[in-house]
């Protein structure tokens, strides 16, 4: 007879809290969409991708609308390296030519999207991948940079300056999981395609949504007051503290947390950076009361 070891009643008191704990926030964001973008170190480490997988589909099965919006820089670096073609960043932005935009969607659309999918539907068939060319959902507008004062053309970058979402609330009515590359047509130049920051993407598509949340996970555990003093991480603020904030921070923080202000001045109700090297942090995020990370509201 196989011994199994049984849960001690420390054990068991402490899994009853948790799950005490998470009744709220379940009864909070059931039948609500909420935007997740991910991407950093959470995408290159199998057992962190495994974990997030958990936790979207965990979402999806107790009724949350979860929506994932993708990059996939540290992969798109390492292909454009093996075929040796050109890059290099100006401003935090990859100069994408013509020739590495077509690395870039096959990378995205071609490799990231499906694996992830298919991590997510080893716990069901729920999940469906597309891209922002996909069923008119991205607009994209191309965009230089300044950097010290002189303008740079960036290539194939751009701005998502629109969004659609009938395809995503479709598959939300249907029950479905969309996970959304971060690739948008060129308006001004049919047929071609643009390089959008996964961060703004996911913000204009959770505004575009009506989401009650976007979650961002990125590779610190939140934004600091003063760093790199890490006892100055900032839990909670408001937009207009953020905005007073924006213009001092890391230049690495800015997409993001841009992200964040656009989403609740466009009238998401929450946005938060998270750190996604900890596992199941979308989790904690959600149905924990202090959460993890750094919450952004109005106000």
Request: aromatic content about 4%; glycine content about 10%.
């Amino acid at each position: 007879m196989t011994d199994i070891q049984k849960t001690t009643p420390e054990e068991a008191a402490g899994k009853a809290a948790v799950l005490v704990e998470s009744l709220p926030w379940l009864k909070r964001f059931r039948d609500q969409i909420v935007v997740i973008k991910y991407g950093g170190n959470a995408m290159v480490s199998e057992e962190l991708q495994a974990a997030f997988a958990d936790d979207i589909a965990y979402l999806h099965h107790v009724g949350v609308k979860p929506v994932v919006v993708h990059g996939g820089g540290p992969q798109i670096s390492k292909m454009l390296d093996r075929l040796s073609i050109p890059s290099e960043f100006k401003g935090g932005y990859r100069v994408t030519s013509t020739e590495a935009i077509g690395v870039v969607r096959m990378v995205l659309a071609g490799q990231i999207n499906p694996q992830l999918v298919s991590r997510i539907n080893a716990h069901g068939s729920f999940a469906t991948g597309m891209s922002g060319e996909d069923a008119g959902l991205f607009e994209g507008r191309r965009r230089g940079v300044v950097v010290d004062g002189a303008e740079h053309d960036l290539g194939h970058v751009g701005d998502v300056v629109g969004v659609d979402p009938t395809a995503i609330l479709d598959h939300l009515a249907a029950d479905r999981v969309p996970v959304v590359s971060s690739i948008a047509p060129d308006i001004d130049q049919p047929g071609s395609s643009l390089n959008v920051n996964a961060d703004a993407a996911a913000a204009a598509l959770a505004v575009a949504l009506g989401a009650v949340k976007l979650v961002i996970l990125t590779d610190v555990a939140g934004l600091y007051a003063d760093w790199p003093n890490r006892d100055s991480l900032v839990s909670h603020l408001t937009a207009t503290e953020l905005r007073t904030m924006l213009p001092s921070l890391e230049s690495g923080m800015i997409p993001k947390m841009q992200a964040c202000l656009d989403a609740v001045d466009g009238g998401v109700d929450r946005a938060a950076i998270i750190d996604g090297r900890q596992p199941h942090s979308v989790l904690v995020e959600l149905f924990t009361q202090r959460g993890i990370g750094t919450e952004v509201v109005a106000g």
